[in-house]
């Protein structure tokens, strides 16, 4: 198994470009979740979803939409990128049964908007 | 979110000496999470408390979960150069998402 896999690994965006970064997981997880890691600030939760074709806000959702199509796949996307948003991206899943609360992370995007 | 504040920031330590991170709220926690994540790579799951007063151990960290359930420690002893990173507690009230600590970097010496 794979488990939590992120496409791209690195991306350098000027501003008022686009992106999507792709998340994959193969662990058959309901929940997924998309962080951002800045120095000295933690993890802080942009968007996640409970399901197929659900969504739902974090702590710092503006200026990012997701969409979750397929189980699997959890897409983040940015319509237009601000230097603000250059940041680390990590994706996460997990399981949803019981308290059992452990989350798998992706090996992260690092993301620089010029 | 509910918030964890974890103390200290940074610690610098030689390596064999005794390391420990805290992490506190304000307010009661159902449950409490650690993680480690190495310079450049991903957080990593270490262990979850639920209990009050609970006390794991894993080899050489020491997880503790206050009787109150507003606070979390982990002890390393005798720290090696394999345990340099960052530590964040994290806690999920809400059963759906977590809410990270700032975390504590070690830095360990040889």
């Known amino acids: 198994n794979a488990g939590v896999t992120q496409t791209p690994k690195f991306r350098v965006l000027k501003t008022g470009q686009s992106m999507t970064l792709l998340c994959a997981q193969d662990?058959?997880?309901?929940?997924m979740y998309w962080y951002r890691q800045d120095p000295g600030m933690g993890l802080r939760l942009i968007h996640y979803?409970?399901?197929?074709?659900?969504?739902a806000k974090g702590e710092v959702p503006d200026g990012y939409n997701v969409s979750r199509l397929k189980k699997q796949n959890f897409l983040l996307g940015l319509e237009s990128a601000a230097p603000s948003q250059t940041s680390v991206y990590f994706c996460a899943s997990r399981e949803t049964s019981g308290w059992y609360n452990e989350q798998f992370f992706g090996p992260g995007t690092r993301l620089t908007v010029l | 979110g509910q918030q964890v504040m974890q103390i200290p920031q940074y610690q610098h330590v030689q390596e064999g000496e005794d390391f420990t991170t805290y992490c506190n709220s304000s307010t009661t926690l159902s449950n409490i999470q650690w993680y480690k994540q190495r310079p450049g790579g991903h957080p990593v799951f270490l262990i979850q408390?639920?209990?009050?007063?609970e006390v794991k151990k894993q080899k050489r960290l020491t997880f503790q979960f206050g009787e109150a359930k507003k606070n979390s420690s982990l002890h390393i002893t005798a720290t090696q150069t394999t345990d340099v990173g960052t530590y964040f507690c994290?806690?999920?009230?809400?059963?759906?998402?977590?809410?990270f600590g700032k975390g504590t970097s070690l830095l360990v010496t040889p």
């Open positions: 662990m058959n997880h309901e929940y």
């Open positions: 408390l639920v209990k009050s007063g």
């Open positions: 979803s409970v399901g197929e074709g659900t969504t």
């Open positions: 994290a806690n999920s009230n809400s059963g759906y998402a977590l809410n």
